[in-house]
């Protein structure tokens, strides 16, 4: 069984800039579709970015596009997420996830539920 780990949340200013990985232990993860979602206080979890199992399939939710970069370093087992030109609203709890079983196709990506493997979440915070 996969196990996610993220690290490198914290507190940014607004306009600076964070580097969030998550790190899977068990197995490698070179095979499978990886997303990154965030939940905010009070609101419901949102799709933030993710990469299909080949890789070359790359999709971004709009509210981070041009601002966050997705990437995966195979040799380490790790996937990352470059958070750049911060701003309040990316404030939430940032999980990494995994689909482990299938293959989806891209547009399933953006949903939760389409993932079976998650990390416990870490914390960003934007200030002004």
């Known amino acids: 069984q996969v196990q996610l780990l993220e690290s490198g949340g914290g507190l940014a200013q607004v306009g600076g800039s964070l580097r969030l990985s998550c790190a899977a232990s068990?197995?490698?993860?070179?095979?499978?579709?990886m997303g990154w979602f965030r939940q905010a206080p009070g609101k419901e979890r949102e799709f933030v970015a993710a990469?299909?199992?080949?890789?070359?399939?790359?999709i971004y939710a709009n509210s981070v596009k041009g601002r966050f970069t997705i990437s995966r370093d195979n040799a380490k087992n790790t996937g990352n997420l470059q958070m750049n030109g911060l701003k309040p609203e990316d404030t939430a709890v940032y999980y990494c996830?995994?689909?482990?079983?299938?293959?989806?196709?891209?547009?399933?990506?953006?949903?939760?539920?389409?993932?079976?493997?998650w990390g416990q979440g870490t914390q960003v915070t934007v200030s002004s």
């Open positions: 990469f299909a199992r080949s890789g070359i399939r790359i």
């Open positions: 996830a995994l689909v482990t079983r299938g293959n989806p196709i891209a547009s399933t990506l953006r949903m939760g539920e389409t993932y079976d493997v």
């Open positions: 068990g197995r490698t993860f070179d095979n499978y579709s």
